[in-house]
């Protein structure tokens, strides 16, 4: 048989299961037996496995039994539903408290109470109770807006519907994560690739009546808004979840001192395999409210908690190739496409190989067997090469000098502060120039953290490019609709649905405008602190002709390497004429401060010495919370100079030339305190 033969019967195949998937689940009718649903799928699996230039998106090796619906309705989240860091070693576990106690100003010998919890592999919801009875179920969504699936949620017996203990708060947003044991899980494996997509899956179906076959369950960890409740500690807030009637985790503890995070670590680690459910990590949480309100978030993530993953699993594969991809800053990664294997439930075909020197240093090569590790959701990648079963034809990989999509010339960056060259080699045309820069810059530009466009994924990216459709980020919001029509798996739904998407992202925050650029060094963090200090598109904009970038660097938070990183990006033309298109099509909001009319409106600050009691980041925190404005040098537009001890003799002398003024931390503390 010839590969189109082959691939021919191969996917008449996927789609004979998808019919058979749609008539278990969607009309809750199945045609065949499960024993001729696994011989099926095993005869998938089998072609995959013979035939590696078969396996699709659509294999059930890597899709769910079936597809969840889009027609929830959106619901902002009173309080975002955030991510959390991850934490892998003792020494990201001696950092973490590091951080905290740095910005609590709290020396070394301070020990930090933590709220230790297993992390469920699940999805995590949102349940909404209103005088003790539930009157929403939210899905976490992107963080902001989630989808209202209060009556999947009703149909899971572990969630209480009414609640009649007298201290249950009048108005709580009470959160965790649904899952399904491994016992169920092993019921109906072969509908699904993992027990984390069975319960997204059956979480998200049109029918109620389906999900309540699904025998999900639900644990409580957290909330969010609440109304009426005085409790002081995660520790206590769990035992009141419990007294509420919720399951919570039994392996929760408290436990204080990185040493105890680590053997607590271990035994959960060991006990892994007993566990009914899936773990893959603790969750450890500052125990003190108090103190969590204080450390507040950075980004996406909360300082005071942090996700300590378990050790990886990994598997022996080979080597069939190897490919540089292209990053949306230009950067050249190795990735090795190896022949499929199952890695903790997960079949793994690329293994990132990190960059150049990575593959000198363990001489890995095409052909070569190696050892492959996949730890939670980080990308897998190769650890070992296994040299004995090195074959003689096994030539050495020799790394390209150019860049393979635009043929340009490619460099190592000199590291200012290591004083070394970086490791990751870059196409010096790090921008839309550069064929896969730029559907990679594309690519990001839609994801979740930018423009969030519904539906508009890597593959669409991919697709619209082949045809031409898209080439810069404008040409999204000019799309010929009526060419998409008639593509292959569009209908006049899909496009209206599409349509629908792009439109609804037309209005958009500054700080997300300018994250969305894909700016090096700016994530989304630095996007804000740009945003906020820049106030609107026109004033960003307009660095493009001032070029009055050194003005950057008043902004707390942003350096050297950031402020290089804009003047390259400006230097551009075709990023310049980018900004000037989305300025027709889009409305971009100016940034606000969190709350707008705090007792230091209007004011700016700058720190000079040590604060008593409170660290720097937590001053700026509490600057900015109240309206004020950090910057960091000393200039005419300064309002304040906080001196604390030992403070920098010149910043007070130039200040009191230029009449700022001078004060200690007790008068900036009677400020914070006027009005609040
Ligand atoms: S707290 C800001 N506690 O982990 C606090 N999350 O990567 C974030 N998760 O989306 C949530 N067990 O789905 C928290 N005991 C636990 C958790 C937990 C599992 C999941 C949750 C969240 C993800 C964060």
């Not at 396996?55 to 899709?63: A, G, L, R, V, Y």
């Not at 027609?71 to 576990?93: T, W, Y």
């Not at 905290?100 to 709220?115: D, G, K, M, R």
């Not at 700026?620 to 403070?647: H, M, Q, R």
Request: hydrophobic fraction near 35%; glycine fraction near 6%.
């Amino acid at each position: 048989m010839n590969n189109d033969l082959i691939k021919k019967d191969y996917l008449k195949k996927i789609k004979i299961i998808q019919k058979y998937n749609k008539y278990y689940y969607d009309k809750d009718k199945p045609i065949i037996t499960d024993q001729k649903f696994d011989l099926l799928k095993k005869e998938i699996i089998d072609l995959e496995n013979t035939y590696l230039f078969l396996k699709n998106d659509q294999s059930p090796t890597e899709s769910v039994g079936f597809k969840p619906s889009k027609n929830f309705k959106k619901i902002k989240h009173k309080v975002p539903m955030l991510s959390l860091g991850n934490a892998f070693n003792e020494e990201d576990l001696i950092n973490f408290e590091k951080k905290i106690l740095n910005f609590l100003s709290l020396n070394t010998s301070n020990s930090i109470e933590y709220s230790a919890e297993p992390k469920i592999d699940g999805i995590s919801a949102s349940l909404i109770y209103e005088n003790g009875k539930l009157i929403r179920g939210l899905s976490r969504g992107d963080g902001k807006e989630g989808e209202d699936i209060t009556k999947n949620l009703k149909t899971i017996k572990d969630i209480p519907q009414f609640i009649n203990a007298k201290n249950f708060p009048s108005t709580i947003d009470v959160r965790g994560e649904v899952f399904i044991q491994n016992n169920d899980f092993e019921k109906i494996k072969n509908k699904f690739a993992n027990p984390r997509n069975a319960a997204s899956g059956s979480l998200r179906q049109k029918d109620p009546e389906i999900t309540k076959k699904i025998p999900l369950k639900f644990i409580a960890y957290t909330h969010g808004f609440e109304k009426g409740m005085s409790i002081n500690t995660q520790s206590d807030f769990l035992k009141h979840l419990k007294l509420w009637g919720f399951k919570i985790n039994p392996f929760n503890k408290t436990i204080t001192g990185v040493n105890n995070l680590i053997s607590n670590h271990e035994n959960l680690e060991e006990k892994r395999k007993e566990i009914k459910f899936d773990i893959d990590g603790i969750v450890y949480k500052v125990n003190d409210f108090k103190l969590q309100k204080r450390l507040g978030f950075a980004a996406n993530a909360p300082r005071w908690a942090i996700a300590h993953k378990f050790s990886a699993h990994n598997s022996i594969s080979q080597i069939l190739n190897i490919e540089i991809q292209i990053g949306r800053t230009g950067a050249l990664t190795p990735v090795a496409k190896i022949k499929p294997v199952n890695i903790g439930g997960v079949i793994v075909s690329n293994a990132t190989l990190h960059n150049e020197d990575e593959i000198n240093r363990k001489d890995i090569r095409v052909g070569d067997v190696v050892k492959v590790e996949r730890a939670g959701d980080v990308i897998p990648h190769v650890i070992s090469v296994d040299l004995k079963k090195r074959t003689k034809s096994a030539l050495k990989f020799i790394f390209p000098k150019n860049c393979p999509s635009c043929g340009s010339k490619t460099i190592k960056d000199f590291n200012e502060i290591t004083k070394k060259k970086n490791v990751v080699r870059r196409c010096i045309r790090e921008g839309y120039e550069c064929e896969k820069v730029a559907i990679e810059k594309i690519k990001h530009f839609v994801s979740k953290e930018a423009f969030n466009i519904d539906g508009f994924g890597k593959k669409i990216v991919e697709n619209f490019w082949e045809l031409n459709l898209v080439r810069l980020p404008q040409d999204i919001f000019n799309l010929d609709y009526k060419k998409i029509k008639v593509l292959e798996g569009w209908g006049d739904l899909s496009v209206s649905n599409l349509k629908f998407s792009i439109e609804e992202k037309k209005n958009i925050s500054l700080e997300r405008f300018i994250y969305s650029l894909g700016i090096r060094h700016i994530g989304q963090e630095n996007a804000k602190l740009l945003a906020r200090h820049l106030k609107s598109l026109d004033n960003f904009i307009k660095l493009s002709i001032s070029k009055k970038f050194n003005d950057l660097s008043n902004i707390d938070g942003i350096g050297e390497t950031q402020i290089k990183s804009v003047r390259i990006f400006f230097f551009n033309q075709t990023n310049v004429k980018v900004l000037y298109e989305l300025k027709k099509k889009l409305t971009v909001t100016n940034a606000s401060h969190v709350n707008e009319n705090g007792p230091l409106k209007n004011k700016t600050f700058m720190l000079t010495g040590k604060l008593e009691g409170i660290s720097r980041a937590e001053a700026k925190f509490l600057i900015e919370k109240n309206s004020g404005k950090i910057i960091s040098n000393v200039n005419k537009k300064l309002d304040f100079l906080i001196i604390g001890e030992k403070p920098t003799i010149k910043k007070i002398s130039i200040a009191k030339e230029l009449n700022v003024n001078v004060i200690n931390q007790d008068e900036w503390i009677k400020m914070l305190n006027k009005t609040s």
